[in-house]
């Protein structure tokens, strides 16, 4: 493909972006844009923030010359399979950092050492001799549930460079750990992005898009619907979410995010649903507490408004036996708005009951300070599973409309 194509190809991505997902409104329609936003003298971005400064735009679009001054996307996202697009132009001395907020991922294009990288540890890195500070670059980050993907791309040349590093979950803590893992990092919460070294560098465009979108079922939670953070590398295809995943008649996705209560999900979901759209939304939260009829009631609205059919699951069980109390006012909301649930803590428990963990279901996490056992391992990941076989059938035969 010539240079003259490939630029009016990602010419036409981003007038695409333009049109359907402007950050000024949501569309009626999936589009898997998530936000666009062209920078310059005119197009100032309101959702883009900095500490201890103020943005300098020119017609060229946003310079970032100042060492250590973040910006930062202020639009949180947990989506497994995302991506941001930025258009960029970097001095020849400069070092450009783009990593999450909480900085449990980085990805730094370096022009003055002509090489792209990620910081794990060891660091991922990749040779790129074509940098030129002449130049404008197509710059991406992609998450793809443990895997993460940093690509360069040459807009004059159509020269590239790619490197991916992949996450490596320990499954349990202490004696628990199956393994050592290798720490990627998965873009927790908020983009962000700023000057590392030299002279700075020019963002003209930014884009923030969904791998999928028009799905027939979309899964909200806290580390239980994120297992890509704990699961080995080697078991993740048997967590319980690419199991679901694997087996729906459509497109699905997770937006998990470990840490995390129903305030993040009502918090996120706003970034994320309008876009995608998605016949069927699983939430499964309150196992780090928050939940309330209030809120719960509040995201079952918001799932109603969307024009989605609300799935809300019992939490599993766990070390403390918190979740009998919370599945009770779980299943209070659901009656309340006669909808439907997977029984996840009669998957995980002692004699199938709700009540006591089963030890044999969950990763042992021995810390210095107590044991827990509240995300699932293989076996768990299977048995809630076949829960969903019973609870919600529905959700394997029938995909988006």
């Known amino acids: 493909m010539g240079y003259q194509r490939r630029l ?30 062209v920078l310059n003298a005119n197009h100032r971005c309101e959702e883009l923030v900095t500490e201890g400064g103020v943005l300098h735009y020119t017609q060229q679009g946003l310079h970032l010359t100042k060492r250590d001054q973040w910006v930062k996307l202020n639009r949180y996202y947990a989506l497994a399979k995302r ?23 980085q990805a730094v294009v370096d022009m003055k050492g002509q090489r792209i990288y990620i910081g ?7 040779e790129a001799r074509f940098l030129n500070p002449n130049h404008d670059y197509i710059v991406e980050i992609h998450r793809d549930y443990q895997a993460s993907t940093l690509k360069v791309i040459d807009l004059h040349t159509g020269d590239s460079a790619r490197l991916s590093a992949t ?16 720490f990627v990092g998965l873009q927790h919460d908020y983009y962000r992005f700023g000057v590392a070294a030299g002279s700075g560098f020019v963002v003209r465009q930014i884009t923030v898009f969904s791998k999928q979108s028009d799905l027939s079922l979309l899964i909200y939670g806290d580390s239980i619907t994120e297992p890509e953070g704990y699961f080995p590398t080697a ?59 209030e809120n719960l009631s509040e995201l079952v609205e918001y799932i109603l408004s969307q024009g989605s059919i609300p799935i809300l699951n019992n939490i599993p069980a766990n070390e403390s036996g918190t979740q009998v ?27 199938y009951d709700g009540k006591e963990v089963d030890k044999s279901t969950m990763y042992l996490e021995d ?3 107590g044991q827990i056992y509240h995300h699932p ?25």
């Open 325 to 351: 109390a919370v599945n009770a006012v779980i299943e209070k909301i659901r009656q309340k708005y006669g909808i439907k649930g997977c029984r996840f803590d009669l998957a995980t428990s002692v004699d």
């Open 167 to 182: 996450m490596d979950g320990t499954g349990g803590v202490g004696r628990g750990a199956k393994g050592k893992g290798f």
């Open 235 to 293: 078991d993740f295809p048997q967590s319980w979410t690419q199991l679901v995943i694997h087996a729906i008649n459509g497109k699905a996705m997770s937006s998990g995010r470990g840490g995390t209560t129903i305030q993040e999900v009502l918090e996120r979901i706003k970034n994320e649903l309008p876009y995608l759209k998605a016949k069927y939304v699983m939430v499964t939260i309150g196992t780090n507490g928050g939940n309330t009829e």
């Open 120 to 126: 794990t540890d060891p660091i991922t890195t990749e």
């Open 367 to 369: 810390y210095d300070w």
């Open 8 to 37: 009016l190809f990602v010419c036409c991505l981003w007038v695409y972006g333009a049109a359907f997902a402007c950050s000024y409104g949501q569309p009626l329609e999936p589009t898997g844009i998530l936000f666009h936003q």
């Open 377 to 401: 391992n293989v076996k768990g990941s299977r048995l809630m599973y076949l829960r969903t076989l019973i609870d919600v059938p529905e959700i394997y035969h029938s995909g988006a409309e």
């Open 83 to 105: 991506a941001i697009r930025y258009q960029v132009r970097l001095a020849a001395d400069t070092k450009a950092i783009f990593q999450s907020d909480q900085g449990d991922f």
